[in-house]
């Protein structure tokens, strides 16, 4: 075995390997179900607060409304962070065909022997 | 393991293939594309993987860069299973990936674009180890190492992207479509290089439409057709199946 392939087998072998072909579409889901059931319990817990006399049921209820409220902002987060990751891995992919576009463009032009026109600046 | 798993690997090595596709299965949405293949690298080797348009070669080839998670089956690098690994962990560990087309960053100059190699692995003298590196096995980009790789001929941009590659010394070299678009004796030229590239230990996983312009280079090859592998050997027993893969019957 060469060297190349001892340090492959290491390197592979100490590889951080998450299973799961959609990765992002999971975080995303739970992120949204996080979101929704944070807001629904939040709300449900206050709504029974309201209709409790003892201070420490009351206490408790709040207590979990507002950590549901956390939850929800945390769902909300992570929808976001995956979502954006999404956009932004196709967004750097379209940008990239532009620019291919473009740079033929220019070539295409120069091999012409003329400038191209820009639309923007007639 | 399957009989043209055992086939396309070599049997003078004994150790791992560097690269191993254990009944794969892929789809892009709904559609499956691979229809579960079994392929190997053997270390220091080059396989090529033949078909016609639309085979699945590129996508087989996405899914053992970590570019498409299978949806089945599993990718192992050098013994240990990767599937689902990202692909910028696969270019970290030295399985590199040149993909269909030119494959450089056109508004980048040749040096920017070899500069790139350095973010992704530990390269041995830094920027200007790279372009040293680079420059001695391609002097042609030394000429040009100013000007915008998207003004570079087709051929060059192949070369720079070969040379990016070859920087971080990699174990696995995954090469889609080299011969895409270039002319006969760019591509002779190219393989060449390829030939060298792999007397140096790099095992190497090349995808072409055109098998002429590989065969003579390969270790081991294998024909794919609608997605599923249907022969592997040596280049000298594919040779009559070859007309087969691409005009059917």
Redesign the interface.
Known sequence: ??D??E???A???Q?????????DGWWQAAGVVAMAAGVVVAFVAYQLSRNMSDPRDISSMLILSVSMLALAVVGAAVFLRYSFARFLRFWLLRQ?ME??A???R??ASIDNGRVPQSQDHP | MSELVERTRNTSELVEPALELCGVHAAYGGIEVLHGIDLAVPAGAVVALLGANGAGKSTAVKVAAGLLAPTSGSVRVAGHDVTGAAAHDLARIGVCTIPEGRGVFPNLTVRENLWMATQVAAVTGGVAGVERVAFERFPQLAERRSQLAGTLSGGEQQMLALARALVTDPAVLLLDELSMGLAPIVVQRLYEIVAQVAREGISILVVEQFAQAVLGIADRAAIMVNGEITRAGSPSELGSELSSAYLGG
């Open positions: 075995m060469n190349r392939m340090r492959l087998g390197d592979a072998a590889l951080n390997v998450s299973r799961g072909p959609e990765r990239l620019d291919h473009h740079i033929d220019l070539v």
